[in-house]
T-cell receptor, first 111, second 116 residues
Framework: GEDVEQSLFLSVREGDSSVINCTYT??????LYWYKQEPGAGLQLLTY?????DMKQDQRLTVLLNKKDKHLSLRIADTQTGDSAIYFC???????????FGRGTSLIVHP | DVKVTQSSRYLVKRTGEKVFLECVQD?????MFWYRQDPGLGLRLIYF???????EKGDIPEGYSVSREKKERFSLILESASTNQTSMYLC???????????????FGDGTRLSIL
């Protein structure tokens, strides 16, 4: 399997919560990141969590980290059409200081 | 705010041409990176640099080279462009690894390169 895995697609209704999941293999103590990519643009840093934390909340965004299971999730509350984008998880891999990106989850928000 | 600027948003070149993609960052970051992004494959690291004149191969360096003559500028070179190098190219920069681990990468808007 890959070092950082995400499901490729998620479809939600406007106003619902979205949960994007990511699993990784490396247990290094470091930061884990979520990036957002809108069409035709580069990646924008959305939020991050350090590996000794379980949860981080930032307005509509909640990051949950289960270090034992190496599972990271991003919850977006009250999802809006402007949240439609590709979301990338970035986690440590192979002991490198350069994070490895998942393949990205395309979030589609419909009315 | 960190600004990473890629010289072109769109570029069309012909097979066999030598192609230069330029990237400049304004935050005095030591680390700079070049990725390519293809549908369904995510981001793949081509080359990175952790200091001026230093470079390291990433996961897919074949067919590419890089140049880092100044701290703020990192160039990606396609020595002889081929159609399979048609892709979105993303440049990023970051601070050195701190006590907390790897630092966040800041990305440019990307260059969509087409090789005909």
């Amino acid at each position: 399997g890959e070092d950082v895995e995400q499901s490729l697609f998620l479809s939600v209704r406007e106003g619902d919560s979205s949960v994007i999941n990511c699993t990784y293999t490396d247990s290094s103590s470091t930061y884990l990141y979520w990036y957002k990519q809108e069409p035709g643009a580069g990646l924008q840093l959305l939020t991050y969590i350090f590996s000794n934390m379980d949860m981080k909340q930032d307005q509509r965004l909640t990051v949950l980290l289960n270090k034992k299971d190496k599972h990271l999730s991003l919850r977006i509350a009250d999802t809006q059409t402007g949240d439609s984008a590709i979301y990338f998880c970035a986690a440590p891999s192979g002991g490198s200081y350069i994070p490895t990106f998942g393949r990205g989850t395309s979030l589609i928000v419909h009315p | 705010d960190v600004k990473v600027t890629q010289s072109s948003r769109y570029l069309v070149k012909r097979t066999g041409e030598k192609v230069f993609l330029e990237c400049v960052q304004d935050m005095d970051h030591e680390n700079m990176f070049w990725y390519r992004q293809d549908p369904g494959l995510g981001l793949r690291l081509i080359y990175f640099s952790y200091d001026v004149k230093m470079k390291e191969k990433g996961d897919i360096p074949e067919g590419y080279s890089v140049s880092r003559e100044k701290k703020e500028r990192f160039s990606l070179i396609l020595e002889s462009a081929s159609t399979n190098q048609t892709s979105m190219y993303l440049c990023a920069s970051s601070s050195p690894r701190g006590r907390g681990g790897n630092q966040p990468q800041h990305f440019g808007d990307g260059t969509r390169l087409s090789i005909l």
